[in-house]
């Protein structure tokens, strides 16, 4: 009997976290990974887009700058926020919750590049294989939709909505290249370096 009190305790407990968020989250590190892998990321998209606009030079140096580069930048970025964050955790029931779904999202990520990178390659289409940022967005979309809907903040909101217009938007241009490939850039920009940027900034919890 006393178990059973105590664990329906902590269910209160953790429902009311999820409700109030009385318990400051830690998100520093996931902040500034955001921030920097949407900042350099929809940077190289955004570059591949110019390029295949015509707008840059078509050559193979630029294209291996472009495309390794970004790469490089965001290794060293990575490790040095892993070294700085290494003992920080998000706290609360609703910063644990938020942040599993996140991590959900990962796993999520992997299961859908085999599924979809074994389909694009069985039937050698590169537009099966574009399918897969479109549907990468929609779970961030997803993801920031649930952080709405824990948090009630919205701004949470307004980047689900980013996430999943940038979706539809790439999946209406997978035929044009470029477009495609600059609507993914500037998704990457606004729905992932700048809310990044504003939770370094404190502007959510």
């Given at each position: 009997m006393t178990q059973d009190v105590q664990s329906a305790r902590d269910d209160l407990?953790?429902?009311r976290g999820l409700v109030d968020g009385g318990e400051p989250l830690r998100f520093r590190g996931f902040a500034e990974t955001y921030f920097a892998a949407g900042l350099i990321y929809g940077g190289q998209m955004?570059?591949?887009a110019v390029q295949a606009l015509g707008l840059l030079p078509q050559d193979g140096l630029t294209g291996l700058v472009i495309g390794v580069g970004p790469t490089a930048v965001f290794a060293v970025a990575l490790t040095w926020i892993l070294l700085r964050n290494r003992h920080l955790a998000p706290r609360g029931a609703a910063g644990r919750a938020v942040g599993g779904v996140f991590s959900a999202m990962g796993l999520a990520n992997l299961a859908l590049l085999l599924v979809i990178g074994w389909q694009a390659l069985r039937m050698h289409s590169i537009e099966v294989w574009l399918i897969f940022p479109c549907a990468v967005f929609v779970l961030q979309g997803t993801a920031w939709f649930f952080a709405w809907t824990m948090r009630r903040r919205g701004w949470h909101g307004l980047v689900a909505g980013g996430w999943y217009a940038a979706a539809v938007a790439m999946a209406l241009t997978?035929?044009?290249?470029?477009?495609?490939?600059?609507f993914g850039g500037l998704g990457l920009w606004l729905c992932m370096a700048l809310p990044g940027w504003a939770l370094l900034r404190g502007q959510a919890d």
């Open positions: 407990a953790f429902l955004v570059l591949h997978i035929d044009k290249p470029g477009w495609f490939i600059l």
